[in-house]
């Protein structure tokens, strides 16, 4: 194709794009929305940006349009085919029923939606069938951040081996809980460093996680795990249509900035081949493996960071039980974990036609 037709092409497809909101768009995974959007040239015939009532006014520029961005309060949502949500769970149970009442399909980045029935929890790369058709609660879920890259690869191991059981430990970055995580990390880190002794009085990750690591992220249940451990649970079970899966997990935050890894234990149904597990894992959509034959043997959140795909290292089998191996994994929570997935799900309904 030629620069001109090929310019043609672009707009014509732009012009029969959806019209979208991204709501949260001054946030961490809004302004990596924003980007991805660019930078996968996904279609949209309108773009508007939302966010609370603070930044009402405020220009952003993308793809070298200026936007001014809307307070939700003066939002008319019937403007728009899809609204990306990522302002927070109370936002979404506020502000979702107000979007698909008025006729918007949403793509919620929250915890609000979803285990509900009628609304599909969706990794492409796992579970797109569930697109085919809008649902019936005019909502789509975007799972969490350390279930999106773990279901990835489960879904290859299950398919070839079937799981007997997993065992996962996270390592969660400071940009799970947007912007103003990273701020406190880097904030109580200098403070750190300049005093040792310094009092920091941390918002977010008490008892504060600069040189710290903390065995808890979100609330406590009554079963002495956290909400995010059984979050991961559920959610897996969901979206690999597995209602039994056994997987167990301890989610622990980490003073990195960005990226989560997970150390993965797995034992399957029959014995795994360590060889054999690689190619199944490489073979998988948009997963890089790290073999210890290769100079960077495993990868880390500094080196993976901003990457679109789901890295994997320290592959290997165990010595007493021919059917169990462990794996580690990274993957950039605001891209994998929650932008470019939700970006994803909207290049699979434009697709399919459902948007
Ligand atoms: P604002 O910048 O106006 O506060 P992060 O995850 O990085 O903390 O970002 C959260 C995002 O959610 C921001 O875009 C923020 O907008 C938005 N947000 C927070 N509270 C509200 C609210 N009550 N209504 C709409 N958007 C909100």
Request: charged content about 20%; glycine content about 6%.
């Amino acid at each position: 194709m030629t620069a001109v037709t090929e310019a043609a092409a672009s707009a014509a497809r732009a012009a029969s794009g959806p019209r979208i909101a991204i709501v949260g768009a001054t946030g961490a995974v809004g302004t990596t929305m924003i980007e991805l959007i660019t930078e996968r040239g996904l279609p949209y015939r309108e773009l508007h940006l939302v966010a609370s009532s603070r930044s009402a006014g405020r220009i952003l520029t993308v793809a070298d349009r200026e936007y001014a961005v809307r307070a939700i309060e003066e939002f008319d949502f019937s403007s728009v085919d899809v609204a990306f949500f990522s302002a927070g769970t109370s936002v979404s149970q506020k502000w979702v029923p107000v979007a698909t009442e008025a006729g918007a399909l949403v793509i919620d980045n929250t915890i609000a939606f979803r285990m509900d029935p009628d609304t599909p929890l969706v990794v492409p790369q796992v579970n797109a069938h569930v697109l085919d058709h809008r649902p019936k609660s005019g909502v789509v879920s975007n799972p969490n951040c350390s279930t999106i890259p773990l279901v990835r690869l489960l879904r290859g191991i299950e398919d070839r081996w079937g799981i007997r059981n997993a065992v996962v430990s996270t390592y969660q970055a400071a940009s799970g809980l947007g912007y103003s995580g990273v701020e406190e990390l880097q904030e109580s880190s200098r403070a750190t460093l300049q005093d040792a002794g310094a009092e920091y009085e941390p918002h977010h990750f008490p008892p504060g996680l600069a040189f710290n690591v903390i065995p808890k992220i979100d609330r406590f249940l009554d079963s002495g795990f956290t909400l995010e451990e059984e979050k991961m649970l559920q959610e897996s079970r969901k979206i690999l249509e597995l209602p039994h899966l056994d997987v167990t997990t301890t989610c622990v935050r980490v003073p990195v900035a960005n990226c989560h890894s997970e150390s993965v234990y797995v034992e399957c149904q029959s014995p795994v081949d360590r060889a054999e597990l690689v190619e199944v894992l490489a073979a998988l959509p948009e997963v890089e493996v790290h073999d210890r034959e290769t100079p960077t043997a495993f990868p880390t959140p500094a080196v993976v960071d901003s990457s679109d795909l789901v890295h994997v290292g320290r592959i290997r089998s165990t010595q007493n039980n021919p059917r169990a191996f462990w794996l580690w994994l990274v993957a950039d929570n605001l891209r994998i974990g929650a932008a470019l997935n939700a970006v994803q799900i909207a290049e699979e309904l434009i697709d399919r036609g459902t948007l």
